[in-house]
């Protein structure tokens, strides 16, 4: 594969080659290591030139693995939102002038050492991405959309050119799972909304989207076997609103949008405590005993809720929705709550969790659950998501092979306020003002922790002060992009002074996003 690929390769350069030399242009000195890259790479060596970006680059791409292709189509996409230029992809023709090219490769090298490690090779007349996977040229791509000066330089030719530093760029990320979590329960959040979200985690290399899909509040997916869920339970949230629901149409497009940016969702359906909406559309469900008894919620109190566990009944319920939503997830997990659940006996809960877990495996799946559900003897494949400070439990799943994700409430829920004066946001497990997210790292924090058994980080943004996107970006950035460097970059490489810099580099984009960000006096926004 190495020489066929080596082979296109030289056929294109001889074709750029071939063309009419032009005037060796003096390129103002540059210097790639200065880049505000976020996530930092673990590597970046500058060679001072420059790759002048305008309307004859090509971009060609592996063609062993389509997924590459497609790769390539994005980077060509997201070029022209951010200069304009239209740049093909592979293309054949020889009307078009090709001057440089940008060139996706599926390389098998051993220096790519995870699915999403990448090199990126900036020479004069070529780009050189290699990775072994899509994922992994996905993720390079996103180092170069970045490497693109917002300026162009105007005087060097007759045309603008956006002039690329030169150099090297070898990365991979610290941890294999980089998520945020986006909870659509106690307020409805539309797919377009969802997508713009999205959009950005993919621009900072995160690879998943956790939707908490059901609260005492609501419940936002379609579950075709039992209707009521949505009809009944998909109609309120917290403050009286309407609420609403994903149909599962609305959830493919959600998940294969996701795909596109190589990015999984994993659906949460949190049981058996906060599960008011679903025994408000079926009372069967409902516990009984301590448990209130089901009625439309709209407040922001927890723990009152639980299914019943010992009924025959609520696991056949459980086994249709467990397996329609499954069958159109087509990432490994599937998340089963399993949080603050006040109401339900300990005996009760521990049977609970071993039967939920079984389901999820019958349907093909990992189950996923919120710390609490490493009180029972979970399967090693489960995986332990820690929220709160009781790591204890999570030690000994891990101890018994589980992974762990990393949430810890204190240091990266983003619904805390950032300080006192924040509109939105809660304050129970404090405020996380933008350095105090940052500056912490899972390892140090958190004692007894083995570094292997950390799958990743993830940081959950609880919905019950939020309702629409402006109000989502308000408390989600700027410190999820804070996240997205502590879950892909290694310790050594992050330091908060150096950090504060490259997140005030991030507003020309926050602003062609349309990104509500909370403007920190930490950071130094040159405005
Ligand atoms: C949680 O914050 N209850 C997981």
């Excluded at 070898?170 to 294999?176: A, F, K, M, T, V």
């Amino acid at each position: 594969m190495i020489s066929r690929v080596v082979l296109v390769f030289v056929a294109i350069i001889s074709l750029v080659a071939c063309q009419p030399k032009k005037k060796e242009i003096n390129f103002p000195k540059t210097d790639l290591t200065q880049v505000a890259l976020i996530p930092k790479p673990l590597k970046t060596i500058a060679t001072n030139s420059a790759f002048a970006l305008d309307g004859e680059t090509a971009i060609y791409t592996s063609t062993t693995d389509a997924n590459f292709e497609a790769v390539g189509q994005f980077l060509s996409q997201k070029i022209k939102k951010k200069t304009g230029l239209d740049l093909g992809v592979n293309p054949t023709d020889g009307d078009t002038p090709v001057e440089r090219v940008v060139y996706i490769n599926q390389s098998d090298s051993e220096e790519l050492s995870t699915p999403e490690s990448y090199q990126l090779y900036v020479k004069k007349d070529s780009i050189f991405l290699n990775a072994k996977t899509a994922a992994g040229a996905f993720r390079g791509i996103q180092t170069l959309r970045q490497l693109i000066p917002e300026q162009t330089n105007d005087t060097l030719t007759d045309h603008p050119l956006w002039l690329i530093p030169t150099g090297k760029v070898l990365d991979e990320p610290r941890y294999g799972y980089r998520a945020s979590m986006l909870d659509v329960a106690r307020h409805f959040f539309t797919v377009d909304e969802v997508k713009k979200y999205l959009d950005i985690l993919a621009y900072y290399k995160f690879n998943a989207l956790h939707l908490h899909l059901s609260d005492d509040q609501g419940w936002r997916i379609e579950i075709k076997s039992w209707p009521k869920l949505t009809e009944v339970g998909g109609a309120s949230e917290v403050g009286g609103g309407e609420g609403g629901f994903y149909t599962q149409e609305d959830y493919k497009e959600l998940v294969a949008y996701a795909a596109e940016r190589h990015i999984i969702i994993i659906p949460e359906i949190d049981m058996p405590g906060h599960t008011n909406a679903a025994s408000l559309s079926y009372p069967f469900l409902h516990a009984g005993g301590k448990a209130d008894k089901p009625r439309v919620r709209t407040d922001m109190l927890v723990g009152y809720s639980s299914f019943h566990t010992r009924k025959d009944t609520v696991y056949a319920f459980l086994d249709d929705v467990i397996r329609e939503i499954a069958a159109i997830t087509p990432g490994p997990y599937f998340h089963i709550g399993g949080d603050e659940s006040h109401v339900t006996k300990k005996k009760d809960y521990i049977h609970f969790v071993e039967k939920v877990e079984k389901i999820v495996h019958k349907h093909g799946k990992q189950a996923i659950g919120w710390n609490e559900i490493a009180q029972a003897k979970i399967s090693p494949s489960s995986v332990v998501q820690l929220w709160n400070d009781e790591p204890h439990d999570a030690i000994n799943a891990a101890k018994n092979g589980s992974k762990i994700i990393v949430s810890s409430a204190k240091k990266m829920y983003l619904d805390m306020k950032y300080d006192s004066i924040s509109e939105y946001g809660l304050t129970w497990a404090g405020m996380i003002p933008v350095d105090v997210g940052y500056n912490w790292d899972p390892k140090t924090y958190i004692k007894d922790l083995p570094e292997e058994s950390v799958l990743g980080i993830e940081a959950p943004l609880w919905s019950e002060t939020i309702s629409n996107s402006a109000e989502l970006e308000y408390l989600a950035f700027p410190r999820v992009i804070g996240y997205a460097e502590l879950g892909w970059s290694r310790a050594e490489n992050r330091d908060w002074e150096d950090y504060k810099v490259r997140l005030a580099k991030q507003v020309p984009y926050m602003k062609r996003m349309d990104i509500k960000y909370y403007p920190t006096k930490l950071v130094d926004w040159g405005e």
